[in-house]
């Protein structure tokens, strides 16, 4: 049972490229979120989902697009990245109303 | 839009001493939630509290959330090592169980000092 996992744990993107951060559960959670972690800031929401094929807008959802189409899955994409982007990002996925359950986070760069 | 604010911001505690990290809402809380990440890694739950006056523990941490709901601290009692790293507060974004995620305080940094 691995949890929540994350893929890349590490990228260095140049501005302009775009990616997308991968994010996988296998506790058949309904719910996943993708957040940023910046020093000072604490996490900030960026997308949501409540379910497969459903995506939310969260705090800071500017500059990302996200997909589910896959309940067990939780995509976030960057289209055309930023140096304001570089951040770590987190996902986490809950059940009904227990708590949400974090990956290790994906360390971004943006040059 | 829901502030969590935390204090203190960094601690320094020498090995064996007690400690409490606050962690107050500008609204009432639906729902709090403490979890403790460690430099470098995810974050992992620690404990929910939903109750005005509700307190938890585990091990050698207790949680409380006060009788009007926007408050609440963390203690630790006889700190370890092991306790060392970035505790944070969050919160439910609106009521219904937190299900459009999380608000976050910025983050305690704890230090233990052998």
């Known amino acids: 049972n691995a949890g929540v996992t994350q893929t890349p744990k590490f990228r260095v993107l140049k501005t302009g490229q775009s990616m997308t951060l991968l994010c996988a559960q296998d506790?058949?959670?309904?719910?996943m979120y993708w957040y940023r972690q910046d020093p000072g800031m604490g996490l900030r929401l960026i997308h949501y989902?409540?379910?497969?094929?459903?995506?939310a807008k969260g705090e800071v959802p500017d500059g990302y697009n996200v997909s589910r189409l896959k309940k067990q899955n939780f995509l976030l994409g960057l289209e055309s990245a930023a140096p304001s982007q570089t951040s770590v990002y987190f996902c986490?996925?809950?059940?009904?109303?227990?708590?949400?359950?974090f990956g290790d986070g994906t360390r971004l760069s943006i040059l | 839009s829901q502030e969590l604010e935390q204090s203190p911001q960094s601690l320094i505690v020498q090995e064996g001493k007690n400690l409490t990290i606050n962690c107050t809402s500008s609204?009432?809380?639906?729902?709090l939630y403490w979890y403790k990440q460690k430099y470098g890694e995810g974050l992992i739950f620690l404990m929910m509290l939903q109750k005005g006056g509700e307190e938890k523990s585990h091990e050698k941490i207790t949680a409380k959330l006060d009788e009007k709901k926007q408050q609440s601290s963390l203690h630790i009692t006889a700190s370890q090592p092991s306790h060392a790293g970035i505790y944070l507060c969050?919160?439910?974004?609106?009521w219904g169980g937190g299900a459009d995620g999380l608000t976050f305080g910025k983050g305690t940094h704890l230090i233990i000092q052998p």
């Open positions: 989902s409540v379910g497969e094929g459903t995506t």
């Open positions: 609204k009432t809380l639906y729902g």
């Open positions: 969050g919160a439910d974004r609106s």
């Open positions: 506790m058949n959670h309904e719910y």
């Open positions: 986490a996925s809950s059940k009904d109303v227990q708590p949400q359950h």
